[in-house]
């Protein structure tokens, strides 16, 4: 057989499938991201002189408990940090390729993050200067839920107004 006859397979960039699996790829890549965070080496105990050492160069007069308390509140700004880019990762696989906002793909995306928490806190059972929390995974599933809400008004702004006015008839 020819060479000339022969198909090579090519790979299309703009196929919806390869949008979704690109989609779905960012989600698992950031899932990976977070369950290092979960490991021995982002631990409190591990973190503390790190963030301690920043904090004390830019508050050089700030006590130890009040150094404590900020390392407390970069921790917990972290989780929502993190749960927010998955959730936002995760509404934009679940609604790729269409374009826009609906309910159901929010609650699907704050759905998966809340399980995805859950999975992770019990992960931290198992990792000797950790523990699970559900206050954690409570924390974490606002920042996914935030994310939806960014994702919703990010939304309605691209909206045009024409499309806005019929909506608001519709309710």
């Known amino acids: ?10 790979i299309r960039w703009n196929n919806p499938g390869f949008y979704r699996f690109r989609a779905w790829l960012l989600v698992a890549l ?5 369950f290092i965070f979960s490991t021995d080496t982002f631990s409190s105990e591990h973190t503390q002189s790190v963030v301690f050492g ?14 404590s308390v ?5 921790r917990k700004c972290a989780h929502v940090g993190e749960y927010f880019i998955f959730g936002a990762l995760l509404f934009r ?3 790729t390729p269409r374009q826009g906002w609906q309910w159901h793909w929010a609650v699907l995306a704050i759905l998966a993050a809340a399980l995805y928490a859950s ?3 019990i ?15 409570l924390l974490d599933t606002g920042g996914a839920s ?22 608001s008839r519709l309710s």
């Open 146 to 167: 935030v994310a939806q809400l960014a994702a919703w008004i990010l939304n309605r702004r691209e909206q045009p107004s024409n499309d806005r006015e019929f909506d």
């Open 1 to 10: 057989m020819s060479s000339s006859l022969v198909r090579r397979p090519t």
């Open 30 to 34: 950031w899932a990976c991201v977070i």
């Open 123 to 137: 992960h931290q059972i198992f990792v000797p200067s950790r523990g699970a929390s559900i206050w954690d995974a």
């Open 93 to 95: 696989a679940i609604r």
């Open 70 to 74: 900020l390392h407390d509140f970069i």
């Open 54 to 67: 920043i904090l004390g160069t830019l508050l050089p007069h700030a006590s130890l408990s009040t150094l």
């Open 119 to 121: 999975s992770d806190e």
